[in-house]
C-alpha cells in the first residue's frame, strides 16, 4: 500500500449567477444575498451625486461587479445591495468612492 505524499487543495468557487439588466422583471427583491449600507450622515445632494443622473453610478458599480442591484432607500437612507455576499466589501468601497467624490465636490464648489 503506498503513502499519499501529496496534499490536495479543493478550491470553494462561487457560483456566479448572469443577470439581464435591460429585463423589465429585473426588480427587487432577488434570491440572493442582501446587505445594506448605512448612509443617514450624507445629505440629498451628496446622494443625488452618488447615485448619478438616472442611476448611472449604481448602474455602472453594479454591472461591473456582477451583482443583482443596489438601490438607495431614501425613508431609511440605506443603500440596498442585492448579490453574492463575497462581492459586498467591494461594491460597497467603489459606493464609497463616489460618496467621497461628491462630499468633495460640494465641499469645494464656488
Given amino acids: 500500500m503506498s503513502e499519499l505524499n501529496e496534499t490536495t487543495q479543493v478550491e470553494t468557487k462561487q457560483i456566479e449567477t448572469k ?3 435591460k ?3 429585473h426588480k427587487p427583491p432577488f434570491n440572493t444575498d442582501y446587505c445594506e449600507m448605512d448612509v ?3 445629505s440629498d445632494e451628496v446622494m443625488c451625486l452618488t447615485i448619478g443622473k438616472n442611476g448611472k453610478n449604481f448602474n455602472e458599480i453594479t454591472q461591473k ?7 438607495h432607500i431614501k425613508d431609511r437612507n440605506v ?3 442585492w ?3 463575497h462581492k459586498f466589501n ?3 468601497n467603489d459606493i464609497q468612492k463616489y460618496i467621497d467624490w461628491s462630499t468633495n465636490y460640494i465641499n469645494t464648489r464656488d
Fill in 19 to 21: 443577470y439581464d439588466y
Fill in 23 to 25: 429585463s423589465p422583471e
Fill in 40 to 42: 443617514s450622515t450624507f
Fill in 65 to 71: 461587479n456582477e451583482i443583482a442591484y443596489i438601490y
Fill in 79 to 81: 443603500i440596498a445591495i
Fill in 83 to 85: 448579490g453574492n455576499k
Fill in 90 to 92: 467591494k461594491v460597497k
